[in-house]
């Protein structure tokens, strides 16, 4: 699925990935430093892209990939289902937050909650939690 962009620095609508169910490439295990900042914090959670997609960076776009029993190896190809996307007010770069199919999931999804799992993160940005309903529609 191809996102449509918004018009804003070729920033893609990611709303059009809620709920939907999709595949992750996992390139940071959870536990991994992050490729840049090798001495920082360890990513809490697994991390990786949606093959076949492009980000306002040009790049791939990137997925949080939660709800996992623990560490996956890099290359790994996990199915999820879309709960989130993480909006970037100061970054071309928005991401999905995505939940590993295959184990249960509390429905009662919080944006509170999700934004605490990604915090390590995303508390370099300023950035929002936005779930299905209150992203574009």
Known sequence: MAPETDGAAARPNLAAFLGSRVQVV??????????RFPDGVPYPVNYGYLPGTTSGDGLRVDAYLLNCDGPLAAGALVEGVVV????????????????????????RLAAASLEREVSFQERYVDSSVAVRGGLGG
């Open 26 to 35: 996992v390139d940071r295990p959870m536990g991994a430093p992050h490729p």
């Open 84 to 107: 989130a996307a993480v909006v970037r007010q100061d970054d071309v770069e928005d991401k999905l937050i995505v939940m590993s199919v295959g184990r249960a999931v509390d429905g």
